[in-house]
């Protein structure tokens, strides 16, 4: 199995540029997630879909979408980039039952907004 | 209000010598908190959890609820452990993690 797989591994972009980020996971897991890692700031949920049909805001919402495209995918989209969303961007999924599991990251995604 | 503080950014000690990396969290109600691992040029992965109280990697891991911490230890540091640390925390129903701003560990020889 794959696990949790990310494309693509880098991007540049210039100011105003779109651009959508994908990621599935294999595992059967009904909750994805986007965060977004920056030096000093940590993992920053972006959105999550705690089930297929699903999606939330996290911390740091503004400038992103997201689409639950169906159980295995869990799209991210920047409509107009901007410098300030410079980051390694993150996937991740989980089985959350009764109690909360652990989550299963991607490689993640370097993205560069000149 | 949910935060996770890691008061450390760097932390840096020798082969041998002991760790400890802490982590304090903010949460009224009680907390699910764990540690999570990035080795160089690996993915993000799950340490340890408080709930299922175990050592991993000779990584253990107490909460302390009288002093909302929940600080990551080791006795004998191994240059392997060279790391990024993420403690992060669930809260009751919720699902979804968060995570403190990280410690980078290094192990000097």
């Known amino acids: 199995n794959a696990g949790v797989t990310q494309t693509p591994k880098f991007q540049v972009l210039k100011t105003g540029q779109s651009m959508t980020l994908q990621c599935a996971q294999d595992?059967?897991?009904?909750?994805m997630y986007w965060y977004r890692q920056d030096p000093g700031m940590g993992l920053r949920l972006i959105y999550y879909?705690?089930?297929?049909?699903?999606?939330d805001k996290g911390e740091v919402p503004n400038g992103y979408n997201v689409s639950r495209l169906n159980k295995r995918e869990f799209s991210l989209r920047l409509e107009s980039a901007a410098p300030s969303q410079t980051s390694v961007y993150f996937c991740?999924?989980?089985?959350?039952?009764?109690?909360?599991?652990?989550?299963?990251f991607g490689p993640g995604t370097r993205l560069t907004v000149l | 209000a949910q935060r996770v503080t890691q008061p450390e950014k760097l932390l840096s000690v020798f082969k041998g010598a002991p760790v400890e990396l802490k982590c304090n969290y903010s949460?009224?109600?009680?907390?699910?908190l764990f540690w999570y691992v990035q080795y160089s040029r690996q993915r993000l992965q799950l340490l340890l959890r408080?709930?299922s109280r175990e050592s991993i990697k000779g990584f253990t891991a107490d909460l302390n609820k009288g002093e909302t911490s929940f600080h990551l230890k080791k006795p004998f540091a191994q240059e392997e452990d060279s790391a990024m640390y993420y403690c992060?925390?669930?809260?009751?129903?919720?699902?979804?993690?968060?995570f403190g701003q990280g410690t980078r560990l290094t192990i000097n020889p």
């Open positions: 992060a925390l669930n809260g009751q129903g919720a699902q979804k993690l968060v």
């Open positions: 991740a999924s989980s089985e959350y039952a009764v109690s909360y599991n652990e989550q299963f």
């Open positions: 408080h709930i």
């Open positions: 949460y009224s109600g009680s907390p699910e």
């Open positions: 879909s705690a089930s297929e049909g699903t999606t």
């Open positions: 595992m059967n897991h009904n909750s």
